[in-house]
């Protein structure tokens, strides 16, 4: 089985920006470098064939390249309590644009569709039972703001769970433009 997800890797600079942010959640699990991403769609386990199926329909995407920026910071909650800490960007209407036509591709290849409300966004930190409060972390960096950044292509992940969080694998890149 093969666990999948499209998303956006920001580019070098962006990521280290966000690098240098974090911190000042206690408990908090930050992402690494190489965790860096803006998701489209998650896909979930899949086999071979389906995992297949959708590569090849991604490469039917057609979608003009972009720019986005970083813009403020939010948190994801799960019962009341915070269970991640991101990253938001802006414009979302491109995002949110390109999200759909990578949704309408993974349909075509025999995936359900997806049913979440989507927010574009760059997870930061994950929260367990144990973090401690991030109203500091968001206070501090309410502004966060960035230079634009091109999107010139997406990317299909595969994604292995472990110990220390996931490890993403990028097994297929798609350009936008023309």
Not at 38 to 43: Q, S, V
Not at 99 to 105: E, G, I, M, R
Not at 154 to 177: C, D, H, K, N
């Amino acid at each position: 089985m093969h666990r999948l997800f499209v998303g956006i890797r920001p580019p070098p600079a962006i990521r280290a920006q966000l690098l240098a942010l974090m911190g000042g959640v206690p408990g908090a699990r930050w992402q690494e470098d190489a965790q860096l991403h803006c998701t489209l769609r998650f896909i979930g386990e899949v086999d071979r064939h389906a995992a297949e199926d959708i590569a090849i329909a991604l490469g039917t995407v057609r979608f003009p390249a972009f720019e986005v920026a970083l813009d403020g910071v939010g948190q994801f909650d799960s019962r009341g309590r915070p269970n991640a800490v991101w990253a938001g960007l802006r414009p979302h209407d491109a995002l949110s644009q390109l999200h759909y036509k990578v949704d309408q591709a993974i349909v075509r290849a025999g995936q359900e569709p997806e049913r979440r409300a989507y927010l574009p966004h760059i997870t930061l930190a994950r929260l367990n039972r144990s973090a401690g409060p991030t109203d500091r972390f968001l206070e501090a960096h309410v502004g966060l703001a960035s230079t634009p950044f091109a999107i010139e292509h997406f990317l299909l992940f595969e994604s292995t769970l472990g110990g220390e969080g996931a490890i993403y694998e990028a097994i297929e890149r798609y350009p936008l433009g023309g």
